[in-house]
Nanobody, 125 residues
Framework: QVQLVESGGGLVQAGGSLRVSCAASGRTFGNYRMGWFRQAPGKEREFVGAVTSSGGNTFYANSVKGRFTIARDNAKNTVYLQMNSLKPEDTAVYYC??????????????????WGQGTQVTVSS
């Protein structure tokens, strides 16, 4: 089992940058694919990006491609989401999630068994 805790959210102006982190408990962090999702008020949770267990491959939603970067440090049991060129429409609660390495679609929240509590990111115009 994995417990996830996000941090680093906050308020930033449009065009700015923010990095959110997700710290995982447990000794098997390196066995999990890690994903980031977000949910804005009144909207469904949506995929942002993911990184494979080794960190060798990353996947992004079209809406964030080229602006957001996911990285992980398996020695620190931590995954990061670096967000640049932020837009007001990026405002949401951001969640990290863990999936067993080969379970389901990278892009589907249903594939992820463990979730953090979320961190608020607000981008002002």
């Amino acid at each position: 089992q994995v417990q996830l805790v996000e941090s680093g959210g906050g308020l930033v102006q449009a065009g700015g940058s923010l990095r959110v982190s997700c710290a995982a408990s447990g000794r098997t962090f390196g066995n999990y694919r890690m994903g980031w999702f977000r949910q804005a008020p009144g909207k469904e949770r949506e995929f942002v990006g993911a990184v494979t267990s080794s960190g060798g491959n990353t996947f992004y939603a079209n809406s964030v491609k080229g602006r957001f970067t996911i990285a992980r440090d398996n020695a620190k049991n931590t995954v990061y989401l670096q967000m640049n060129s932020l837009k007001p429409e990026d405002t949401a609660v951001y969640y990290c999630a863990a999936a067993h390495q080969y379970s389901g679609s990278v892009y589907s929240s249903l594939s992820y068994a463990y979730w953090g509590q979320g961190t608020q990111v607000t981008v002002s115009s």
